[in-house]
């Protein structure tokens, strides 16, 4: 992709994989409009990214749903209204009573089964489940049939936010310029090629959000 010189390379890297994929599944896949309520299961950049394109929507409700704490904390600093640990008991209870019973777009970005049953069942009446993620292809979901008939759900499938280059990358660079879309934040680490090995544990280990690795 040809993007504008000017960009410094370690910004211009973030516009990939989780940006367009984040970002894409909420303002292509979803077409979700300005002031709906949102919430975004797993905080990894994808999940991060989503956040960051709802609050650029003014989203009523900015909702996110993570296992791991430290996550949950950056997403308040992304400006989630609403933070809630996966594994609590009364999780769902919590989003639906904190929404008016449901989010009206629930995103489901990290690659679980178990993460889209939890973002179907806060979606509210009439509401989209967007899921993102890539879980392996022998999971399976499971969710009450009737509910997506008398209730009129949607469920969609999002692969790269639905994304054309050439149309979105240069209009995500135009709203990061513009202080709309701070996709900067999701870079934790600038990193050597000789500590790559560390950088995808610390990927994987949840500390770690972004990396550009600087050569040279």
């Known amino acids: 992709m040809r993007v504008d010189p000017t960009l410094p390379f370690a910004e211009a890297a973030l516009f990939g994989c989780a940006v367009i994929t984040g970002v894409g599944a909420v303002v292509n896949t979803a077409a979700m409009p300005r002031h709906s309520s949102l919430a975004v299961i797993g905080l990894g950049g994808v999940g991060l990214a989503a956040l960051l394109a709802g ?46 019973g449901g989010v009206a777009f629930a995103f489901e970005m990290a690659g679980s089964a178990r993460a889209l049953e939890l973002a179907y069942r806060v979606t509210r009446r009439g509401g989209t489940t967007v899921s993102a993620g890539l879980p392996h292809p022998q999971q399976q979901v499971s969710f009450s049939h009737v509910s997506l008939v008398a209730e009129e759900r949607t469920l969609k499938g999002s692969y790269l936010g639905s994304c054309a280059p050439e149309r979105d990358i240069p209009q995500y660079i135009e709203w990061y310029r513009a202080g709309r879309l701070p996709v900067d934040k999701l870079l934790s680490e600038r990193i050597r090629l000789d500590d790559i090995n560390g950088a995808f544990d610390r990927l994987a280990a949840g500390a770690s959000i972004r990396q550009v690795i600087e050569i040279g």
């Open 55 to 100: 609050r650029m929507q003014e989203a009523t409700s900015l909702v996110a749903i993570d296992l791991n704490e430290a996550k949950l904390a950056k997403a308040r600093e992304f400006g989630a209204s609403l933070t809630v640990n996966a594994a609590a008991p009364d999780c769902v209870d919590r989003v639906r009573e904190a929404t008016g």
